[in-house]
């Protein structure tokens, strides 16, 4: 599965937009980009995934660049309870899913 | 409906004992996953099974093993623990991963003194 980069942490005022970059530079054809968040002391929550057309849900929405080496998932208008680390993870879409899970990225959203 | 559900929630063994972690997917939910989840190491991979067939494995050694039963059920066993498998266990289950992702259960906090 390929490797991800995503910054350690990031602050956002709530009501705003939370930008969170993923890099994906080594990502195959047939891997889709997977967010997933964990609320602390809870299970990871899948979020969204796309392959290289952007997507949106009741959630957030996800955009992967032209040359798939890069996403963003956009939490359109961020409250306290969005306060979580989020990852990004690549892996194939069918068959047996191995989520690998790197550090993430700490959001945590200020009032 | 009901979410995934682990028991137990919180468990403390000692060196050398062995533990059976207990999950139940969401209903229809026939992959079932399990993963560790430590401060060093983060969340890591231990297996998934689909139909009671294990699919896929990630790096642990053969005191981590697991079966899912013919009611999609599932349990993980470790034997002979170590402190080092302190941690939180958490189950997932899909009806379809590539389109759906995992839910995640609250997990299990295995405490090994």
């Known amino acids: 599965d390929a490797k991800t980069t995503q910054p350690t942490s990031m602050d956002c005022a709530e009501g705003r937009a939370a930008n969170l970059p993923c890099n994906h530079s080594t990502i195959s054809g047939n891997e889709y980009v997977y967010w997933y968040r964990q609320i602390h002391s809870q299970g990871p929550q899948y979020i969204i995934h796309?392959?290289?057309n952007n997507e949106t849900n009741e959630m957030a929405s996800l955009i992967i660049t032209e040359d798939r080496k890069s996403s963003t998932l956009i939490l359109p208008h961020a409250t306290l309870r969005d306060t979580a680390v989020y990852y990004c993870i690549v892996t194939v879409s069918q068959g047996a899913q191995k989520l690998v899970f790197g550090q993430g990225t700490r959001l945590t959203i200020n009032p | 409906k009901a979410g995934v559900t682990q028991t137990p929630r919180y468990l403390i063994k000692t060196r050398g004992q062995q533990v059976t972690l207990s999950c139940s997917p969401i209903s229809g939910h026939r992959s079932v996953s399990w993963y560790q989840q430590t401060p060093g190491q983060g969340l890591q991979f231990l297996f998934e099974y689909f139909s009671e067939t294990q699919r896929n494995k990630g790096n642990f050694p053969g005191r981590f093993s697991g079966r899912q039963f013919s009611n999609s059920r599932s349990e993980m066993n470790v034997s002979t623990l170590e402190l080092g498998d302190s941690a939180l266990y958490l189950c997932?289950?899909?009806?379809?991963?590539?389109?759906?992702?995992?839910?995640f259960g609250s997990g299990t906090r295995l405490t090994v003194v």
């Open positions: 997932a289950s899909s009806l379809n991963a590539a389109n759906y992702g995992y839910t």
């Open positions: 796309g392959l290289k």
